[in-house]
């Protein structure tokens, strides 16, 4: 499956329940986009949430949980990949894969792969 871009808004009600449960105080790629680039080091002693641009550089992304007290991400469900092996199943809390396909921002269709919500959580984070 492929796509012509990779920012996907985060759903509002999804993201909604998600912070009435984890109350999150810093969203680095709000609506599923990056102006800004990369930004990780100000993830320090937060509650984040991230759905990241879902292109290549999402490992780098997903890498920044590690800097988060809590870290909550909106990612497909690839887990053929790298970066899922190495990163999520490893050192994710928590994974729920989504049942369905998700209905991102104002599309009129769903999108065309699977997705998953992974938690990450530092007591002590570098």
Not at 22 to 41: A, Q, Y
Not at 62 to 70: G, H, K, P, S
Not at 75 to 96: G, N, S
């Given at each position: 499956?492929?796509?012509?871009?990779?920012?996907?808004?985060?759903?509002?009600?999804?993201?909604?329940?998600?912070?009435?449960?984890?109350?999150?105080n810093?969203?680095?790629?709000?609506?599923?986009?990056?102006?800004?680039?990369?930004?990780?080091?100000?993830?320090?002693?937060?509650?984040?949430?991230?759905?990241?641009?879902?292109?290549?550089?999402?490992?780098?992304?997903?890498?920044?949980?590690?800097?988060?007290?809590?870290?909550?991400?909106?990612?497909p469900?690839?887990?053929?990949?790298?970066?899922?092996?190495?990163?999520?199943?490893?050192?994710?809390?928590?994974?729920?894969?989504?049942k369905?396909?998700?209905?991102?921002?104002?599309?009129?269709?769903?999108?065309?792969?699977p997705?998953?919500?992974?938690?990450f959580?530092?007591?002590?984070?570098?």
């Amino acid at each position: 499956f492929s796509s012509a871009t990779v920012h996907w808004r985060t759903p509002v009600s999804l993201y909604a329940d998600l912070d009435r449960e984890f109350h999150f105080n810093f969203d680095p790629c709000p609506f599923g986009d990056t102006s800004g680039g990369l930004i990780c080091e100000s993830w320090r002693r937060r509650r984040v949430f991230c759905n990241p641009p879902y292109g290549p550089e999402i490992v780098s992304w997903v890498r920044c949980a590690a800097e988060a007290e809590l870290a909550v991400y909106l990612l497909p469900a690839r887990t053929d990949t790298r970066w899922f092996h190495e990163i999520v199943l490893p050192k994710a809390k928590e994974i729920r894969f989504i049942k369905g396909r998700l209905k991102f921002g104002d599309a009129a269709k769903d999108a065309p792969f699977p997705s998953m919500i992974v938690i990450f959580e530092n007591p002590r984070p570098n």
